[in-house]
């Protein structure tokens, strides 16, 4: 019998309250039409992939109740209901927007930004998420048996709150980018060791989106780690081998590419390497399909990972 188990963390689909720039923690947001269409790009991907998990659970939340259903449904799957996965709780900001935030709570934000465990709003910290995240994690890990394979649909912060957790990464300067509507994050144990298998993968949604987009446009280098052909997948017009660059691609590339896309095909070994080496000790996979990195001046951020698969070919 196989020694490991493995978690896959999928955020929601676009909300209402995405769509409108509006802060959510537990409030019930439900998805936005397009939330709906990403949720269906994700089952249908799942259904290609041939996904056999042991067990489906999701947040109490409806817009990642609904995601999850819309793959639920698509491979006769049962999801249980769990509020332990919910958001963090925001207390007073549900609801406003970043320009009412800042008039309205200054000194609170102020205090967060500088990494300080402030509660937000009056409602958790992010050390109260990171908490109560890693207990709903280690109960549901606690609880598979060895080869099993579970998938949680959650909330962009608790995926946050779990890697920073569970794979040490630092949050400043950011190590990993912010959580794509309904990317995966697949984590795997073995010999009780946490490995990262995937993260914020969503080729089912085409090319980069949101996070590293804004971050291209705002000047920083958005490099396409290739290490295969993928269905579906436009590789940018610069490209790049492995052996036409030194042992620091990725700086290399964000001094003479920035805000620019670029592509940078290697093996899995070599896109592995780099990838550790520029983000520090975190444990990979083998990196298959496409990885994107964002590099500037400040530093370099894992936007997404894939484990290739079915996607790539």
Same mark, same amino acid.
């Given at each position: 019998?196989?020694?490991?188990?493995?978690?896959?963390?999928?955020?929601?689909?676009?909300?209402?309250?995405?769509?409108?720039?509006?802060?959510?923690?537990?409030?019930?947001?439900?998805?936005?039409?397009?939330?709906?269409?990403?949720?269906?790009?994700?089952a249908?991907?799942?259904?290609?992939?041939?996904?056999? @998990?042991?067990?489906?659970?999701?947040?109490?939340l409806?817009?990642?109740?609904?995601?999850?259903?819309?793959?639920?449904?698509?491979?006769?799957?049962?999801?249980?209901?769990?509020?332990?996965?919910?958001?963090?709780d925001?207390?007073?900001?549900?609801?406003?927007?970043?320009?009412?935030?800042?008039?309205?709570?200054?000194?609170?934000?102020?205090?967060?930004?500088k990494?300080?465990q402030?509660?937000?709003?009056?409602?958790?910290?992010?050390?109260?998420?990171?908490?109560?995240?890693?207990r709903?994690?280690?109960?549901?890990?606690?609880?598979?048996?060895?080869?099993e394979?579970?998938?949680? @649909?959650?909330?962009?912060g608790?995926?946050?709150?779990?890697?920073?957790?569970?794979?040490?990464?630092?949050?400043?300067?950011?190590?990993?980018?912010?959580?794509?509507?309904?990317?995966?994050?697949?984590?795997?144990?073995?010999?009780?060791?946490?490995?990262?298998v995937?993260?914020?993968?969503?080729?089912h949604?085409?090319?980069?989106?949101?996070?590293?987009?804004?971050?291209r446009?705002?000047?920083?280098?958005?490099?396409?780690?290739?290490?295969?052909?993928?269905?579906?997948y436009?590789?940018?017009?610069?490209?790049?081998?492995?052996?036409?660059?030194?042992?620091?691609? @990725?700086?290399?590339?964000?001094?003479?590419?920035?805000?620019?896309?670029?592509?940078?095909?290697?093996?899995?070994?070599?896109?592995?390497?780099?990838?550790?080496?520029?983000?520090?000790?975190?444990?990979?996979?083998?990196?298959?399909?496409?990885?994107?990195?964002?590099?500037?001046?400040?530093?370099?951020?894992?936007?997404?990972?894939?484990?290739?698969?079915?996607?790539?070919?």
């Open positions: 019998m196989s020694a490991f188990v493995e978690i896959t963390l999928v955020r929601h689909g676009q909300s209402e309250s995405n769509v409108t720039g509006r802060w959510q923690g537990q409030g019930d947001s439900a998805l936005s039409e397009h939330g709906r269409e990403q949720a269906f790009s994700l249908a991907r799942l259904v290609r992939e041939g996904a056999a @998990f042991d067990r489906w659970l999701s947040s109490d409806q817009r990642a109740h609904d995601t999850g259903l819309a793959s639920a449904a698509r491979l006769g799957a049962t999801l249980e209901v769990d509020p332990t996965w919910r958001e963090i925001v207390g007073a900001w549900e609801g406003l927007t970043n320009a009412e935030v800042e008039a309205r709570f200054p000194e609170e934000l102020a205090a967060i930004s990494g300080e402030v509660p937000v709003g009056g409602g958790e910290s992010w050390a109260d998420l990171a908490a109560r995240a890693h709903a994690f280690e109960a549901l890990r606690g609880s598979m048996r060895p080869g394979r579970a998938v949680v @649909f959650t909330h962009g608790v995926i946050a709150a779990l890697l920073t957790t569970l794979l040490g990464v630092r949050r400043r300067p950011r190590a990993l980018g912010n959580v794509t509507n309904t990317g995966v994050t697949t984590i795997r144990f073995e010999a009780n060791a946490p490995l990262l995937r993260f914020n993968d969503h080729l949604l085409g090319g980069p989106r949101g996070w590293s987009e804004e971050r446009e705002g000047g920083a280098a958005l490099i396409s780690v290739l290490t295969d052909e993928l269905h579906g436009t590789q940018p017009p610069i490209a790049y081998d492995a052996d036409e660059l030194d042992d620091d691609p @990725f700086g290399h590339l964000a001094s003479s590419h920035a805000g620019e896309r670029v592509a940078l095909r290697a093996t899995p070994e070599r896109a592995t390497a780099w990838v550790s080496a520029a983000l520090g000790p975190s444990r990979f996979a083998p990196i298959r399909g496409v990885t994107h990195v964002v590099a500037s001046e400040r530093g370099y951020t894992l936007a997404d990972l894939s484990s290739g698969g079915p996607e790539s070919k």
